[in-house]
Structure formats: C-alpha cells, structure tokens
C-alpha cells in the first residue's frame, strides 16, 4: 500500500515499506533498543531480531481515513527504565517521519516483544 500526495507538479506515492524503514531507522537510533522484532514471529518465548533491511517486518503501518498509525515491535535493553525508552521511541520516530517524509502521525504505539542482556 501507499500514500498519495498531489501538487502542482503531479503525483507522489509513498510506499509503506518506506515509512517503516524511516520509523525503523529513528527507533534504533534511540538508547536502549537492542532491535526490531517480527511481528509475527514470537512463538515458544524464542525472538530474532531484525536486520536494517527487514524493520517493515517488526513494524505496521495502518491507514484510517486521514489518520496514520504504526505499531512497532521492539526488544528492549535488560536494566532500563522501559517506559523512558517507550516514550523516547514514540517520539523520535514521530519526529522522524514528519520531518523526512512529511506525513502527519496521529499514534506511534510500542510493543515490546522480548529483553536483553548486553555484554559491553
């Protein structure tokens, strides 16, 4: 699926692929992500975490009328404040996707599918 923009000059279609690889790259670049997750993946308490390449996997992104949602599905840092990193990761990827891809965010929710333990 994709979004539509007219102007002057003619049409722009944006891809959701593309809205989840921009959302992806800003939650990553947040402190205490460890990664994205499948959305459909978390079977038997056993998670893989994505590469740069498959974030539109751990992210949705749904269209209702004039309102954008995504849902993403991280795995978070073990030790952290969760919600700090939740409410960080909502806003830097709405932040992030109003600004590179000029669409309007009216939700960014959090799903935190696993924690890890990083070895410094």
Sequence with gaps: ??????????????????????????????????????????????????GKENYSKGIVVNKNNDELCIDMYIIVMYGTKISAIASNVQSTVKYQVEKTLGINLTNVNIHIQDIKVVNN
């Design 1 to 50: 699926m994709a979004i539509e923009f007219k102007n002057n000059y003619g049409t722009v279609n944006i891809n959701y692929d593309v809205i989840a690889s921009v959302a992806g790259n800003a939650a990553m670049s947040c402190y205490g992500i460890v990664g994205m997750a499948s959305k459909n993946q978390v079977r038997d308490g056993l998670t893989e975490i994505l």
